[in-house]
Antibody, heavy 119, light 106 residues
Framework: QVRLVESGGGVVQPGKSLRLSCAAS????????MHWVRQAPGKGLEWVSIVSSDGRNKHYADSVKGRFIISRDNSKNTVYLQMNSLRPEDTAVYFC????????????WGQGTLVTVSA | DIQMTQSPSSVSASIGDRVTITCRAS??????LAWYQQKPGKAPKLLISTASSLQSGVPSRFSGSGSGTDFSLTITSLQPEDFATYFCQQAHTFPITFGQGTRLEI
């Protein structure tokens, strides 16, 4: 079965950087786009970014464009989110999710990793 | 960006009731709309894709309908495990956007 395991969350000061990882298993990782979605405490879901199966195509939410970078290593079945210039409003649980293909439909999700941006 | 508006924001219902949640998009989506269920402390779960396609393993009491800008999720004969928060999401255009969520309470 599909398994997505996020790691790398923690407490970080404003302006600093953090890199999240998502290890995938149970499907052909080379065939699917991968997303990051976040959820601030007590709030709704906010889509962050997608990377295509070959890593060439990427899209970002306006709120993170220019600060966050999504990437993937298909040899390691892992997707990453490099988060720079972090702000308190970036505090959230970050979920990794698998796309059905590259449709924008998120058919499997990880359990999430909490990022807290605080001085 | 496409704005997604769900209603109601919360709804109270009883076991066995029928509930309908609606989602309106600020521009046409064709059928590129998904519904997710989220329970406290858990990841969202995909229930329905492309407006009305029920995911494997999701009970048939869940159904989705609509196209264009107006969509709905209906749950018939509510079960205890259905009390959760539901989100719609448009997959028509990047950036992907979600509705604000509907909390279904007992």
């Amino acid at each position: 079965q599909v398994r997505l395991v996020e790691s790398g969350g923690g407490v970080v000061q404003p302006g600093k950087s953090l890199r999240l990882s998502c290890a995938a298993s149970g499907f052909d990782f080379n065939s699917n786009g991968m997303h990051w979605v976040r959820q601030a405490p007590g709030k709704g879901l906010e889509w962050v970014s997608i990377v295509s199966s070959d890593g060439r195509n990427k899209h970002y939410a306006d709120s993170v464009k220019g600060r966050f970078i999504i990437s993937r290593d298909n040899s390691k079945n892992t997707v990453y989110l490099q988060m720079n210039s972090l702000r308190p409003e970036d505090t959230a649980v970050y979920f990794c999710a698998k796309d059905e293909g590259y449709s924008g439909i998120l058919d499997n999700w990880g359990q999430g990793t909490l990022v807290t941006v605080s001085a | 960006d496409i704005q997604m508006t769900q209603s109601p924001s919360s709804v109270s219902a009883s076991i066995g009731d029928r509930v309908t949640i609606t989602c309106r998009a600020s521009q046409g989506l064709d059928s590129w709309l998904a519904w997710y269920q989220q329970k406290p402390g858990k990841a969202p779960k995909l229930l329905i894709s492309t407006a009305s396609s029920l995911q494997s393993g999701v009970p048939s009491r869940f159904s989705g309908s609509g196209s264009g800008t107006d969509f709905s999720l209906t749950i018939t004969s509510l079960q205890p495990e259905d009390f959760a928060t539901y989100f719609c999401q448009q997959a028509h255009t990047f950036p992907i956007t979600f509705g604000q969520g509907t909390r279904l309470e007992i």
